[in-house]
C-alpha cells in the first residue's frame, strides 16, 4: 500500500509481473537447487520480455532473484537448464533491484527531500537492514556492515538516523513459527537493540522482518517479562507520511503496535 502510493506521489511508475509466481523464498533453496533457481527465474524471464527491469520490496525475494541472475550471467549451462525448465528464453539482461535502491538513488532523493511537507524532525529512527540485503557481498545492495540507503532516506526527511547493533542482524524470518525459542530469541535481540540505542522506531525494507518485529513484541513482552512497544514500519510509510499522504492511505492502522500515538507525541497529527 505505501509503496505504490509512494510511487505515485514521485511519478514512479510501477508494473505487476504478469502471472508472477512466489521466488520459492528460503524453502526451495533447502529442497532443490534448481528448483530454487527456476522459481525466481521464471518472473525475471516475464519481466525481461518486456524490456523491465525487476525492484523488489522483499528482502528474500531480492536475494533469490539476484542470485539466479547473477548465475545465468556466469553460466550457458545453467542458463540452458532454467530456460528448459521455465519453458521461456531467459538471458538475464534485465536488472534486480531493492525496493530501497530505487528511493535511495541521487535524483529520487532529492525529489523526496523537495516535497517533504511534514518533516520528521525530531525522530529518532533504528534503520533495520536485515540479512539478505547486504549478504551474501556478492548480492549486497549495500555496505555488509554498515549498510546507509535507510539512513541516507530518513534523513532526506529531517529524521534522525540511528547508529545500533542490530542494523544487519536476521530476524530468524520463519523461526518465528516453526523454531520459536530462535526466532523469538533473535527477535527480542533486535527489538532491545532498538530500545537501547534510544529508537522512537524501526524501519525496514522487508515484509517479513516488519511482521516478526511487529507482530511478535505481544509474546516477546511475556516471555522476557518486560513491556515492548516500539512502532515498526516499512519504510515507505515514514517517507509517504513525511510527503502528506495519509496515515490511512499508508496502512498505520494494520500494525500490531500502533504508531499514531507516537506521531502525536511528536506533534506531527
Known amino acids: 500500500m505505501s509503496t505504490e502510493a509512494l510511487a505515485r506521489a514521485l511519478g514512479i511508475e510501477l508494473t505487476e509481473i504478469p502471472q508472477w509466481n512466489c521466488c520459492g523464498a528460503s524453502a526451495a533453496h533447502n529442497t532443490n537447487h534448481l528448483l530454487a533457481q527456476a522459481l525466481p527465474a521464471r518472473n525475471l524471464a516475464l ?45 538475464a539482461r534485465n536488472d534486480v533491484f531493492s525496493i530501497v535502491e530505487i528511493f535511495a538513488g541521487t535524483s529520487t532523493l532529492q525529489q523526496i527531500e523537495a516535497k517533504v ?80 540505542c534510544g529508537a522512537d522506531c524501526i524501519a525496514c525494507a522487508c515484509p517479513l522482518c516488519l511482521l516478526n518485529l511487529d507482530m511478535r513484541q505481544g509474546d516477546l513482552s511475556k516471555r522476557r517479562k518486560k513491556s515492548f512497544k516500539i512502532p515498526v514500519f516499512y519504510f515507505t510509510e515514514l517517507v509517504g507520511f513525511a510527503l502528506g499522504i495519509s496515515p490511512k492511505v499508508l496502512g498505520f492502522k494494520k500494525h500490531f503496535v500502533d504508531p499514531l500515538p507516537l506521531f502525536k507525541a511528536k506533534n506531527y497529527l
Open 47 to 91: 519481466a525481461e520480455a518486456e524490456n523491465l527491469d525487476v525492484a523488489v520490496p522483499c528482502a528474500a525475494c531480492y536475494s533469490r532473484m539476484k542470485a539466479v541472475r547473477e548465475a545465468v550471467r556466469k553460466s550457458d549451462l545453467v542458463r540452458a537448464k532454467v530456460s528448459s525448465v521455465i519453458e521461456m528464453d531467459y538471458h
Open 117 to 196: 511537507l511534514k518533516p520528521l524532525s525530531g525522530l529518532k529512527v533504528a534503520c533495520y537492514y536485515g540479512c539478505l540485503l547486504v549478504r551474501p557481498p556478492e548480492l549486497a545492495m549495500d555496505d555488509q556492515e554498515d549498510p546507509q540507503s535507510l539512513d541516507r532516506i530518513i534523513g532526506s526527511l529531517g529524521g534522525t538516523p540511528l547508529t545500533w547493533s542490530g542494523k544487519v542482524s536476521c530476524c530468524g524470518a520463519g523461526h518465528s513459527t516453526t523454531l520459536l525459542p530462535v526466532g523469538f530469541k533473535m527477535i527480542g535481540d533486535i527489538l532491545e537493540a532498538a530500545e537501547e
